[in-house]
């Protein structure tokens, strides 16, 4: 049988299953189809961007972890090829890339050094996206060409009380005139520490509960703006993270991007791409970590034999091995859907979950294959193991995820 031939009878089978559906209290839908290959222009991309991050970040990797700082040449090093800006439209001197390319940027980035990565993935997935899609042609003009060029972007969402919990938030802007008084705290604030630019998340009418929270375009150097000192951080350390405060901050009305008190529904919204961006770079990580590990276990000899000869160390090897490849499958795929046009809230959910689970599965079994040296900063596999956890909880915890999955479910089955 070919491949016609099959595709053939596929489609028969499908309407013949559909036909029977319509018998049945549950209806079937025909599923998204799932595309995971690779172009030879995103294999170029992935090649490149894997030398640059080795011969670039990774000598620097140790030292800017304790720093805790991203370094400036490393940020020069990424404006300068594009990877800021990946799908910035030419116009404002952008790559004008696709969002797969923006996938891949991460999960490369994040075998060498996922701090970097998380700098990257929101720079791109987040901010550059909600300017592009929201923005104003004067914003767009403005802040574009900047963000694909010099500027490091930040988004502030979470609160003290407003984590999982958006609608609790308590940041407000006070309508005054023709500007907006901006007052509140934010906590947990990636990129705070570099950036030029913040989009801010305050609630313009308290009243109307979620129906209020509005985006505000806030630059670092506004008045009554303040940033914290970095968070003592678990991992991902040159990745800084700070509180952000607003003392009457006031933001012209020009500087709300998208609709007065829609903000709450585009976050939701631009989330779904920012999950599957931190899916990259739990699926870099784990590459990176597994990567580190393989060598050692061929190199590494007890009772005269390497140590990955040893069949029980053989089928572990071998079932990480294959974790690993389901995620990068789920990752792919998410990022061909929505680039489709398929609404990703579901996948999205589903590929943050799943990868950050497996990263923390692989990270703690590579340090086990290593064994003592596994313990030591001697290697890079305690330094993965420590920057993975945070992809259990930044951009929705894993209990909300698995939340979300679960309402889909319902909702495809239930009569």
């Given at each position: 049988m070919n491949n016609l031939q099959r595709l053939v009878l596929n489609k028969y089978n499908f309407r013949i299953l559909r036909k029977f559906s319509q018998q049945c209290t549950t209806t079937i839908t025909e599923p998204?189809?799932?595309?995971?290959?690779?172009?030879?222009?995103?294999?170029?991309?992935?090649?490149?961007?894997?030398?640059?991050?080795?011969?670039?970040?990774?000598?620097l990797v140790r030292q800017m972890e304790d720093d805790g700082k991203i370094h400036e040449s490393v940020l020069n090093m990424l404006f300068d090829n594009g990877l800021m800006g990946?799908?910035?439209?030419?116009?404002?001197?952008?790559?004008?890339s696709n969002f797969m390319n923006a996938i891949l940027v991460i999960e490369e980035i994040s075998k060498i050094d996922p701090s970097v990565a998380v700098m990257v993935d929101i720079?791109?997935?987040?901010?550059?996206?909600?300017?592009?899609?929201l923005g104003t042609e004067e914003q767009k003009n403005k802040y574009l060409p900047l963000l694909a060029s010099k500027w490091v972007s930040s988004i502030c969402i979470s609160e003290s009380g407003s984590g999982s919990?958006?609608?609790?938030?308590?940041?407000?802007?006070?309508?005054?005139?023709?500007?907006?008084?901006?007052?509140?705290?934010?906590?947990w604030i990636s990129n705070?520490?570099?950036?030029d630019v913040f989009l801010v998340m305050a609630n313009a009418n308290p009243e109307a509960g979620y129906k209020g929270i509005t985006m505000f375009i806030v630059e670092r150097d506004t008045p009554g703006l303040t940033v914290g000192k970095p968070e003592r951080k678990l991992g991902l350390k040159a990745s800084g993270t700070c509180q952000v405060h607003f003392d009457n901050v006031r933001i012209p009305e020009t500087n709300i991007l998208g609709k007065l008190g829609h903000g709450y529904k585009y976050v939701a919204s631009i989330l779904n791409e920012g999950r599957i961006g931190i899916a990259a770079q739990m699926l870099g990580l784990a590459e990176g970590c597994f990567n580190a590990t393989i060598p050692y276990t061929l190199e590494r000899k007890q009772f005269n034999e390497p140590i990955y000869k040893f069949q029980s160390m053989q089928h572990q090897i071998a079932r990480i091995a294959t974790e690993i490849e389901c995620v990068r499958l789920l990752v792919y795929n998410s990022a061909r859907l929505l680039e489709n046009g398929v609404d990703v809230q579901k996948y999205g959910a589903m590929v943050k979950y799943y990868s950050a689970e497996v990263a923390q599965k692989v990270t703690i079994n590579c340090i086990d294959w290593m064994g003592g040296v596994g313990f030591t900063q001697d290697y890079p596999q305690e330094k993965f193991y420590r920057d993975c956890k945070a992809g259990s909880i930044y951009e929705g915890t894993t209990n909300i995820q698995l939340s979300t999955i679960a309402k889909f479910i319902e909702k495809e089955y239930k009569q």
């Open positions: 998204p189809k799932p595309i995971t290959f690779l172009t030879n222009q995103e294999i170029m991309v992935k090649n490149t961007v894997a030398r640059l991050a080795t011969e670039k970040i990774g000598p990946i799908e910035i439209e030419s116009k404002y001197n952008g790559t004008e720079h791109n997935t987040l901010v550059n996206n909600l300017f592009r899609k919990d958006a609608f609790a938030m308590k940041t407000t802007a006070k309508k005054d005139g023709n500007s907006y008084i901006l007052n509140g705290s934010k906590m705070s520490d570099i950036a």
